[in-house]
């Protein structure tokens, strides 16, 4: 074997590694085994990972932020008013620490308020998050692609064709609307990172949920000879089943009051219109209709709000519903708010019943996914320490 | 759906959009600007059903990088000078990355676009996810770093440290004020499309040559998300610009944007970069080189010059002038020396320079080592405590500075000082430009135009003022920067651990008071004032005392 010698080029200018011995336990001195972040109190025994990731990313003048909001609206109020919501956690009234020549920056011992007790009970950060919505899309992807595979579209009828490409394709434009003008925008508002975090996770569900449903539509116009991809669009600006369901989705839109929008759609609307549409109309009257694949998508929206959203918002209003300052306070205010909402969403759902009569093969009666939908509601509010409001009896 | 084009797919999705029919939204967030509807394309046409995947992986990457470091015994070879400094960028960055997030829906009801309503939702938890990932990476060097303390109180120190408030405006910046002057132009078109160059790829690639490969790696996974989000900006700004109303306040918001990123992102980063390192072969870029390359050709040449044929007036003058505030007035090192200046009040130890560092600076710096050297020398000489006070208030030549109203640095190049009596208090700034962003940009009218919307400089700026007249090591103990011993510093100025060397609150109980220097200025008359400011700017370099009159 001969071996050709190259000529060796000039050297390579590269950092030298170096041994430091720059790691934990190689000496000891103050502080080298306090490793844990020492700034909050964590829920449980143990800080969680989740908590680490995220508590007091977000300052709050009354402990630590010593210098206060350095940047304020046209009116001198910065960062993250208190009063954006007018519901309370105890403390809140307390005044922000005053800071003057030689004041010092001591505030109130954390966490100074009650607010910063909230905790996502679903633990959500950027891994948990990622993980998550990756499985759902790639799931929902095969679910289609296999369907798609075994002509499963073949076995639908024609009324089901006609249901889905305008009721199916109805509802994206609720989930994208909620998501991006009610969630996306409720996530600068909220007082702590936990509560805009888990109401940003919250908001990628539905934008999530309603392309998936867009994606899906798209398929079923490659795959259904005839389907009218456009017909959601038509029956969201003009069916008259569908009005009173995007006349309450818009006023959602634009409460001002960020935790009135996170009660009012994940407490009243989903329980009394989403799940009445998902769950006790679309799930039930899939099957009968030949069509096992639009479950699978509309069951992982269904799993995103039953398993996820509702969980940290029970956790969230729950806090306040039993504050040791403010409890009747928050109470008296979260029943004027189930008066208006529920209202508001009783009319919107009755005027989706014409639907439960489109297809061929009917789900169960309208008047029973109500009833089953109003002790959903009723059961959500129980274990929030809320009386079932007497609109519901509409 | 999986075989679906994605042109074909993110043209589906803009069918979700609708117009209310019962019920119009009124914004939360103002602005001064108008925009007319028009359909502006997202040109990265980004659809969640790969969106989420896509980063699932890059996440596996990032935390397969992550164990393998702990594995792989990666502290063993990190160099603490460089990990110390994290100390402090790690406390800041979450939040900015954070508001970033929360800024979004600042954009909603200004900018009549629903497809780019779309990319800025996805910007939304871009951000979210940067976030956390950066605090997971405090997190690991916390649990495997030789010294965690500055780590495990991170977020106190940022909160309440005159350096972490420095870094906070540029997450405040984003979330407050004029919808658009804050979540575009500040944000995106400046912040991100400029200062992420520095933040995220120059940064990490000093991070890679001091023996720590997590941080390019989280922050390279960040920054492959920062180009949607220049995309947002920019398609932003077209609209914008079609309007020709809202020129004046462009050149406005560019001018204040440019100015405070550049003060505020460039004392930061080029301190890290320049003092942070070990690394001091001589054809590594220096923090300068890095600028005129990512910053000066990459951004004002490629993308900003350009704009002005839509009329986008450009703040020639300001680029310029930070090239010459960085290149010839020595902006960096004036910062590096005042943060070690003040190190007794940080929550991270900083190393001394040595005559390798010396020796780098002068090349890269010719006639650094004359302005420079000889504070250094003393900095070193007086890191272990031994009878006497820290440097900051032994006599090395060195006045302690006035700090800037608005940018919150101090005022180190020390000629370009202004002052300005506003809401009764005689303020100072850092230069001019920070004098206009406070006394005429952030006002209620612009150049007789009416401008309501725009946002206020608030808070108490200067954080010495809190500690007028404390004993320093009240100082220290009221900010919380003690060890677990309860009166071992967590700021030290060397990188020794032996407990013998390091400095305690005992040391600084002896020192003189805190006084804060625009408590000072305010207690003088008229003419005391002028005779401050006069030999003020005859200060410096280094923060040398002004010559004596002749």
């Avoid at chain 2, 004020?177 to 160059?197: C, K, P, Q, R």
Wanted: proline share 6%; glycine share 6%; charged share 25%.
């Amino acid at each position: 074997m001969t071996a050709t010698v190259e000529p060796r080029s000039a050297q390579r200018s590269a950092p030298q590694p170096m041994f430091t011995d720059a790691e934990a336990g190689a000496k000891e001195f103050p502080d080298s085994a306090a490793r844990n972040f020492n700034y909050f109190t964590p829920q449980k025994r143990k800080q969680s990972h989740y908590e680490d990731v995220t508590v007091e990313v977000q300052p709050d003048p009354r402990h630590y932020l010593s210098q206060g909001w350095l940047y304020g609206f046209s009116d001198g109020r910065g960062g993250y008013p208190l009063d954006w919501t007018v519901l309370k956690a105890w403390g809140v009234d307390r005044p922000e620490p005053e800071r003057f020549p030689g004041s010092g920056g001591k505030g109130y011992d954390w966490p100074a308020h009650g607010w910063h007790e909230f905790r996502d009970p679903n633990e959500e950060w950027e891994l948990t998050l990622y993980r998550y919505n990756a499985n759902v899309v790639r799931q929902i992807n095969q679910n289609v692609d296999s369907a798609r595979e075994t002509k499963a579209f073949e076995q639908w009828n024609r009324n089901w064709v006609t249901f889905v490409e305008r009721n199916i394709g109805a509802w994206m434009h609720v989930e994208h609307g909620l998501g991006l003008y009610v969630f996306a925008n409720a996530q600068r508002r909220a007082p702590t990172n936990m509560h805009n975090n888990a109401i940003s996770v919250n908001s990628m569900h539905r934008i999530r949920f309603a392309q998936d449903l867009a994606l899906y539509n798209l398929t079923l116009s490659e795959e259904i000879a005839d389907f009218d991809g456009a017909a959601h669009i038509e029956t969201w600006n003009s069916d008259p089943a569908w009005q009173g369901v995007r006349r309450v989705a818009e006023q959602l839109t634009v409460i001002d009051d960020w935790a009135e929008a996170v009660f009012a759609v994940n407490v009243v609307f989903e329980p009394l219109v989403g799940e009445l549409f998902r769950s006790h109309l679309v799930q039930h009257a899939s099957p009968g209709n030949g069509d096992y694949v639009t479950p699978t998508l509309v069951g992982a929206g269904e799993h995103d709000y039953a398993e996820r959203d509702l969980r940290y918002t029970k956790a969230m209003f729950s806090l306040l519903t039993n504050d040791k300052e403010f409890a009747d306070h928050n109470t008296a205010i979260l029943d004027q708010w189930l008066s208006t909402w529920t209202t508001r969403c009783i009319t919107a759902a009755r005027e989706l019943q014409p639907l439960w009569s489109q297809p061929d093969a009917k789900p169960p009666r309208f008047e029973d996914g109500l009833d089953r939908a109003k002790n959903r509601f009723s059961a959500i509010l129980a274990e929030l320490n809320l009386q079932t409001p007497k609109e519901l009896t509409q | 759906m999986s075989r679906q084009s994605v042109a074909k797919a993110h043209e589906k999705i803009q069918e979700l959009a609708w117009e209310p029919l019962y019920h119009t939204p009124v914004s939360q967030y103002g602005t001064d600007y108008t925009f007319q509807k028009a359909k502006k394309k997202d040109p990265l046409k980004q659809v969640l059903r790969s969106y989420f995947p896509m980063q699932e992986e890059k996440d596996h990457r990032v935390y397969g990088a992550s164990d393998g470091a702990i594995r792989g015994n990666m502290f063993r070879q990190v160099q603490e000078r460089w990990l110390e400094w994290q100390k402090l960028f790690l406390s800041i960055i979450p939040l900015p990355e954070i508001s970033a997030a929360r800024a979004m829906p600042l954009l909603f009801n200004t900018v009549p676009n629903p497809e780019l309503h779309n990319g800025q939702a996805i910007q939304m938890i871009d951000e979210v996810r940067h976030s956390t990932i950066q605090q997971n990476l405090k997190r690991l060097y916390m649990n495997n770093y030789i010294d965690p303390a500055g780590f495990n109180n991170s977020l106190r120190n940022f909160q309440n440290d005159y350096c972490g408030t420095i870094g906070r405006q540029f997450a405040e910046g984003f979330i407050t004020g004029d919808a658009i002057t804050a979540a575009s132009i500040y944000l995106t078109i400046v912040a991100e499309t400029a200062f992420t160059n520095t933040l995220f790829v120059a940064m990490p690639a000093e991070a890679a040559a001091n023996g720590d490969y997590l941080l390019p790696t989280v922050f390279h996974s960040v920054q492959s998300d920062e180009s949607r989000h220049i995309s947002n900006g920019y398609a932003t700004l077209l609209m914008a610009l079609s309007d020709e109303g809202n020129h004046q306040l462009l050149e406005r918001d560019l001018r204040y944007a440019w100015w405070n990123n550049h003060r505020v992102v460039d004392a930061a980063i080029g301190t890290f970069i320049e003092y942070g390192t070990k690394d001091r072969r001589k054809d590594r870029e220096s923090y300068s080189e890095m600028w005129r390359r990512w910053i000066y050709d990459d951004y004002y040449r490629s993308y900003l010059v350009p704009l002005e044929k839509y009329g986008l007036v450009i703040p020639h003058d300001l680029i310029e002038e930070s090239w010459n505030q960085i290149w010839n007035k020595g902006y960096v090192h004036e910062v590096a020396q005042f943060f070690a200046t003040g190190w007794l009040a940080n929550y991270w130890r900083i190393d001394p320079m040595t005559d390798k560092d010396f020796e780098w600076f002068e090349y890269k710096y010719p006639g650094w080592y004359d302005k420079y050297g000889a504070w250094w020398e003393n900095y070193a000489r007086l890191s272990v405590a031994n009878g006497h006070n820290p440097i900051a208030l032994e006599d090395v030549d060195y006045v302690y500075p006035a700090r800037c109203w608005t940018c919150m640095v101090p005022c180190l190049i020390r000629e370009d000082m202004v002052m300005a009596e506003v809401n009764g208090q005689m303020r100072t700034y850092c230069h001019e430009a920070c004098r206009w962003t406070d006394t005429v940009a952030f006002r209620p009218t612009y150049q007789g135009r009416e401008t309501p919307n725009m946002g206020q400089l608030i808070g108490k700026r200067e954080w010495e003022t809190l500690y007028h007249g404390w004993n320093w090591a009240d100082v220290v103990s009221d900010m919380g920067y003690v060890r677990d011993d309860g009166k071992t510093l967590v700021a030290q100025p060397h990188l020794d651990l032996d407990p013998k060397k390091m400095w305690t609150l005992d040391h600084l109980r002896r020192c003189p008071p805190l006084l804060s220097p625009n408590v000072l200025l305010n207690e003088m008359t008229p003419d005391q004032q002028k005779a401050y400011h006069a030999d003020y700017v005859r200060q410096g370099p280094a923060g040398r005392p002004a010559p004596a009159s002749a």
